[in-house]
């Protein structure tokens, strides 16, 4: 049950994404009798470099298990900002490429926040755990929690 509601979620999320884009944008010429809010699915599967059936079971949700390739394609058809990919890899269960995990910002407001958490450990991490420098916060007295759990050399 768990994987159809994924799968429905991101047939759902695929469908809105295509929905918001306009042909103009892509240089296909507005047509009079064109009922397709956005683009069509045969577009978006064509510039994705899928077959229109397969990207068609995608959105309608049908089993099938997209590869990570596959998802930077339709990324970059569907003009996906950072954060939309990483929520697609998610529903698909695919790791984030390294080039979207890297230089991940927190926002001021989570670091004001550790701040007022003093002297509690707290720790700060990305989509499905991932950290990095950029991303792993810790309060100044958190130190010799992350030594501990062996996250910070001491």
């Not at 010429?29 to 683009?39: D, K, Q, T």
Request: aromatic letters at 8%; hydrophobic letters at 35%; proline letters at 6%.
């Amino acid at each position: 049950m768990e994987e159809e509601k994924r799968r429905k979620e991101l047939g759902d999320f695929l469908r809105k994404r295509r929905t918001r884009l306009k042909p103009e944008e892509f240089g296909i010429e507005p047509m009079p009798h064109r009922r397709a809010e956005g683009l069509r699915r045969e577009e978006v599967a064509d510039m994705a470099g899928v077959s229109n059936i397969w990207y068609t079971w995608l959105e309608q949700g049908r089993d099938n298990n997209p590869s990570a390739q596959v998802l930077g394609s339709l990324g970059k058809a569907l003009r996906l900002n950072r954060h939309e990919l990483l929520y697609m890899y998610a529903l698909c269960g695919h790791r984030p490429t390294d080039e979207l995990q890297k230089d991940f910002r927190v926002a001021s407001s989570l670091r004001i926040l550790l701040e007022k958490l003093e002297p509690y450990p707290a720790l700060i991490t990305g989509p499905r755990w991932m950290h990095s420098p950029g991303m792993m916060l810790s309060a100044k007295k958190s130190e010799r929690f992350l030594a501990i759990i062996g996250w910070l050399s001491v």
